[in-house]
């Protein structure tokens, strides 16, 4: 989102887009609002004005010129000489470089105006919950090798698996390299698969799983990640919604990991009429052994959100959220703006964030958090709780930055690394991403900010942003992780391990997100991996 257009000192708004709407849907199946209602134009990346169009993923499926905007000025237009100006937003960090060549401006006559919107509805709002589940409505046969087959609604579906070998194989259970041994259970709303490994070797041995479900010409659509896409060949990793799902006419079939290892490495994928699920990322370690535990979901309706709430009644996922929360800067307010901005948001939490008081210029990130002045945070807080007393305070809280000087040698042992060796980072060099263990220093000391924001700072509960990772989601060094490494996906053979931030980091992030709930209101940004 980068161009403002204002005509005679008019800005031109998203309400007079004409060829096409304001929102649009890329082919992978994410959607994208191309212009907001206060004018901000966002412009598709491409080497030429045709090249998005024809992309599989990255092409729009409701409108066939992505590059093209025409907006109804009629009412903006005068006698005369007319000013249209063209404005780029402004990147303070360097990286978009705007030019604008062989300008021209055509008039069209407008299209004829819609019909008038249709009015508000009255009476009562219906109630929508979800549908209560079908127990068992589904039969299931196991058959050989490794194929499941499901029937719910008068549908089968067949879910065949196979592993890759480090000979360049692929197999429907053991191999020279390692054990296989399945269980399946029956559960109310699933069929629950339980894959176990055996590394027969002294050698760390790369493993890939693929778990798919070929429909035929069943297929009516398809939802990678919670994402429908329009093209057939797509993949997503996506471990916060490791999810697919396909439609027949009559019924739906999902797939989903269960284990944290296989939904960390989780990719869903589509491939012409069949869905898949698989990890391209586990390492068995040697002599090791390791369950990967996934489920089938039978929809007895082609319904995403039937299977949505299946889902998430296999996860435990259902609960309400009990807060309302807001933004709202620990900067000196009078009394008449907090007043205001509590009426307008109604917010149960209200959160400062770290931007104010800065450390050394940059944002207190880190253990720089600790020697900033916490002034500002508790007369806010105070002030708060003084004028709300219904109303909670919160400190935001990042586990993974850190901006002190020298703090790779402070923390040599908890730097995130690139493939290269080289220290990741967040854009700029001095906001560093290290990982907190609960053996680490860096966790030690990362975790004193808790007790900074609840005790100096006298706030209620806690913001933590970014709760699963930061940028990288994989750490190439020591520790290993034990589960995880790049495979060949054409030879089969590991290629390097790595550790995903995730793993590492998580029996220290459970511990403090403990802390977090017993303290008071925990609000984080990132769902659970």
């Not at 940059?362 to 916490?374: C, E, I, K, N, S």
Request: proline share 7%; net charge neutral.
């Amino acid at each position: 989102p980068c161009l403002e257009l204002v005509l005679n000192t008019r800005q031109i708004d998203g309400k007079r887009l004409q060829n096409r709407p304001m929102t649009s849907t890329y082919r992978y199946g994410r959607t994208m609002n191309f212009v907001t209602g206060d004018g901000l134009i966002a412009l598709c990346y491409g080497p030429d004005f045709e090249a998005v169009d024809k992309d599989q993923h990255y092409g729009l499926v409701d409108t066939d010129k992505a590059c093209e905007y025409g907006f109804d000025v009629t009412d903006l237009v005068k006698k005369g000489r007319n000013r249209l100006e063209l404005r780029t937003r402004a990147d303070k960090r360097g990286k978009w470089h705007f030019h604008f060549a062989d300008l021209a401006v055509e008039f069209r006559a407008p299209k004829a105006a819609e019909d008038a919107p249709k009015p508000a509805p009255t009476g009562p709002l219906p109630f929508i919950h979800p549908k209560p589940p079908s127990p068992h409505a589904y039969s299931l046969e196991e058959k050989e090798p490794l194929t499941l087959a499901v029937t719910v609604s008068n549908e089968t579906f067949a879910v065949t698996s196979r592993f890759s070998a480090p000979d360049g194989t692929w197999v429907r259970g053991s191999s020279p390299f390692f054990r296989h041994e399945r269980r399946v259970e029956k559960a109310d709303e699933a069929v629950v698969v339980f894959d176990s490994f055996t590394n027969l070797t002294d050698e760390p041995v790369p493993i890939m799983q693929r778990h798919e479900c070929q429909l035929g010409k069943r297929l009516v659509k398809r939802w990678l990640a919670g994402l429908s896409p329009h093209t057939p060949d797509v993949s997503m990793a996506q471990p916060a919604t490791p999810i697919s799902f396909a439609i027949t006419r009559r019924a739906g079939v999902g797939l989903m990991p269960m284990n944290d290892e296989f939904q960390v490495h989780i990719v869903n994928y589509s491939l012409g009429d069949t869905i898949g699920m698989a990890d391209n990322s586990f390492v068995l370690k040697p002599g090791g052994t390791y369950t990967a535990e996934w489920q089938v979901v039978p929809v007895p309706t082609p319904d995403f959100w039937d299977f949505v709430n299946a889902a998430r009644r296999l996860r435990g996922a259902n609960f309400t959220l009990p807060y309302q929360f807001a933004f709202l800067s620990a900067r000196k307010h009078n009394d008449s703006f907090l007043k205001q901005f509590v009426d307008h948001k109604t917010p149960h939490v209200v959160c400062a964030s770290i931007g104010y008081p800065r450390y050394k210029g940059m944002y207190a990130h880190g253990t720089a958090f600790q020697y900033v002045d916490h002034g500002a945070y508790t007369a806010h807080n105070t002030r708060i709780d003084e004028l709300f007393p219904d109303v909670h305070t919160s400190i935001y809280f990042h586990c993974f930055l850190e901006v002190i000087d020298g703090g790779d040698r402070t923390y040599p042992g908890a730097r995130v690394l690139r493939p290269d060796g080289t220290q990741a980072n967040y854009g700029k060099p001095y906001d560093k991403i290290f990982f907190p263990t609960l053996r680490n220093r860096f966790g030690k000391d990362i975790a004193k900010n808790l007790d900074a924001i609840w005790g100096a700072c006298g706030a209620d509960g806690t913001y933590w942003d970014e709760l699963e990772y930061s940028a990288y989601q994989y750490h190439y060094g020591e520790p290993w992780d034990g589960c995880s490494g790049d495979i060949d996906r054409g030879k089969h053979t590991l290629k390097r391990l790595k550790s995903s931030v995730t793993l590492l980091s998580q029996p220290w992030r459970v511990a403090q997100v403990k802390r977090c709930l017993e303290q008071g209101p925990f609000v984080a940004n990132g769902q659970p991996h």
